[in-house]
């Protein structure tokens, strides 16, 4: 491991001052569970790490008028761990359960997650699903984006120099959420599928569908075709059979070591039709 110089400033001001002054030679650390290992093999050199562990503005999660607020350095087993969440978003909780072990969920951060911008990464599809926004911050000041332009390729995403995520904003529930992962083992593997799915139910039709996928895509995506069939419609077994197929079309997944890309597309169109099922039945249940 090439030496560096570690930071460990205590509040975000400073935080965003020492990554404007280090430059492109400065990397951040907040749970460290991918970082640590790039420094171990090599794979990053950076002049300097910045630790954001001890800025307590990034950490947490908060509910105001317009939904709630994830700091970007809360854990995953603090997601796993709130109450708020359960109640209003339970496929989050879900999603951040089948990521690593115990002790990965403890250091492991929801804003490394997505700045890691790993098409397989288990908190962006669901995320994706319920129209979240991410705060990027910096010493220029802020700007909000939809997380669907967050990100830009495998290991890419939209921050700029200087700049860092400090949150991810979710509007208030509207409908039913689910998140379906396929991996080849149980516990403690990346996805090979992803599928979260949101419906919300109006008058007999569904107000909004929403369809976003991981593992299947340059980056995780949302599957606007299959939305399309879904909003406006009544819920039948055949449109989600529908919606399903296109949801297999739009993606584009590639032949690797975890499976070919026929599987991944037949995996696709498998889970959105058993989640958009089960959120339906689940909805049937609810007002039944």
Same mark, same amino acid.
């Given at each position: 491991?090439?030496?560096?110089? %570690?930071? +460990? ?20 650390? +907040?749970?460290?569970? *991918? ?6 093999? !090599?794979?990053? #050199? $950076? ?9 307590? #503005?990034?950490?947490?999660? %908060? ?27 339970? @496929? ?22 997505? @700045? ?9 599809? $669901? ?18 984006? &939809? ?6 390729? $495998? ?6 120099? !200087? ?9 208030? &529930? ?7 992962? %396929? ?7 990346? +996805? ?11 008058? !007999? ?6 369809? +976003? ?6 980056? &995780? ?5 299959? #939305?399309?069939?879904? =909003?406006?419609?009544?819920?039948? =077994? *055949? ?11 739009? @993606?584009? &997944?590639? *032949?690797?070591?975890?499976? $070919? ?28």
């Amino acid at each position: 491991m090439r030496p560096f110089t %570690h930071h +460990a400033p205590s509040d975000l001001e400073t935080a965003l001052q020492l990554l404007s002054d280090l430059g492109s030679q400065a990397v951040i650390l +907040a749970g460290g569970t *991918d970082l640590l290992l790039n420094l171990r093999e !090599g794979t990053l #050199e $950076p002049d300097s790490v910045v630790s954001l562990r001890q800025v307590a #503005e990034l950490r947490g999660i %908060h509910e105001d008028k317009h939904g709630l607020r994830i700091g970007a350095t809360t854990t995953l087993r603090d997601i796993i761990r709130s109450q708020l969440l359960h109640r209003q978003h339970p @496929c989050l909780v879900h999603a951040a359960s089948l990521i690593g072990s115990v002790q990965v969920r403890s250091l492991a951060t929801i804003g490394g997650n997505l @700045c890691n911008a790993a098409p397989s990464a288990d908190m962006a599809p $669901p995320l994706l699903a319920l129209d979240a926004e991410v705060l990027l911050v910096s010493t220029k000041g802020k700007r909000q984006l &939809p997380l669907q332009d967050f990100f830009r390729g $495998p290991g890419e995403q939209a921050l700029q120099a !200087g700049e860092l995520l400090s949150e991810i904003i979710l509007p208030h &529930p509207q409908g039913e959420t689910i998140y379906l992962k %396929h991996s080849f083992r149980a516990y403690m593997d990346i +996805a090979a599928v992803g599928v979260a799915l949101r419906l919300h139910a109006n008058g !007999g039709t569904f107000a909004a569908a929403r369809v +976003a996928l991981g593992a299947v895509a340059p980056t &995780p995506m949302r599957a606007k075709a299959a #939305e399309q069939e879904l =909003e406006g419609q009544a819920p039948s =077994e *055949d449109r989600f059979a529908r919606a399903a197929a296109l949801a297999a079309e739009a @993606c584009t &997944p590639i *032949d690797d070591v975890r499976a $070919p890309a026929w599987y991944r597309r037949r995996i696709v169109e498998i889970l959105t039709r058993r989640g958009l099922t089960a959120l339906w039945q689940g909805t049937e249940q609810v007002a039944g």
